[in-house]
């Protein structure tokens, strides 16, 4: 019973993993900021608390989330 809850809980970070990855900017996008000098706007400064900031955040605790739970999974111990 509990290994089934687990594996629902992992396919859904799993999505949500995806998801998130899929949003986020990529690095030539920044690249090309810091280029032209749009490194140095509210945005460049406060990066943790915009958009992209959050989403970086959310990828590495679902990240984290996503290994613990292949670990205990791949355990066989439930």
């Known amino acids: 019973m509990l290994t ?3 594996s629902i809980v992992f ?3 799993s999505v ?3 998801v998130v990855v899929l949003m986020q900017e990529g690095k030539s996008a920044g690249l090309s900021g810091s ?3 749009m490194a140095d706007t509210y945005w ?3 990066k943790g608390r915009s ?3 959050k989403l970086q955040k959310y990828t590495k605790i679902a990240a984290i989330c996503w ?3 292949a670990l205990v999974l791949n355990l066989k111990i439930l």
């Open 11 to 13: 396919v859904i970070i």
């Open 16 to 18: 949500f993993l995806t």
């Open 51 to 53: 958009m992209e900031g």
């Open 44 to 46: 460049g400064k406060n």
């Open 4 to 6: 089934t809850i687990l």
């Open 35 to 37: 280029i032209s000098g």
């Open 67 to 69: 290994l613990l739970l």
